[in-house]
Nanobody, 120 residues
Framework: QVQLVESGGGLVQAGGSLRLSCAAS????????MGWYRQAPGKQRELVAA???????NYADSVKGRFTISRDNAKNTVYLQMNSLKPEDTAVYYC??????????????WGQGTQVTVSS
């Protein structure tokens, strides 16, 4: 059994900051890729940022320069530091973790989501 539990969401004014955390527990010792997705009402889920076990990082263009993703491999935890938040960042943020993403045995795990609301 694998669980991903997010924390750190909340309501913040535009220009403010939040830090999201996602702690993984269960039978998986480590994940090849961990990242964050978000989904606003009426919109499709989109990738925000992802980081590999070796530290390679991809960001969505909309958050480059404002968000920073990091992970602690020893703790199986991924973080998302969000600065200079904008109202358009408002969404439910989901933690994601993948094993063997380039094979037919790939598995995809999701957290339950944490709400981030940015007021204007």
């Amino acid at each position: 059994q694998v669980q991903l539990v997010e924390s750190g969401g909340g309501l913040v004014q535009a220009g403010g900051s939040l830090r999201l955390s996602c702690a993984a527990s269960g039978s998986i010792f480590s994940f090849d890729v961990m990242g964050w997705y978000r989904q606003a009402p009426g919109k499709q889920r989109e990738l925000v940022a992802a980081i590999t076990r070796g530290g390679r990082i991809n960001y969505a263009d909309s958050v480059k320069g404002r968000f920073t993703i990091s992970r602690d491999n020893a703790k199986n935890t991924v973080y998302l530091q969000m600065n200079s938040l904008k109202p358009e960042d408002t969404a439910v943020y989901y933690c994601n973790a993948k094993t063997r993403p380039d094979s037919i045995w790939s598995r995809d795990y999701w957290g339950q989501g944490t709400q981030v609301t940015v007021s204007s």
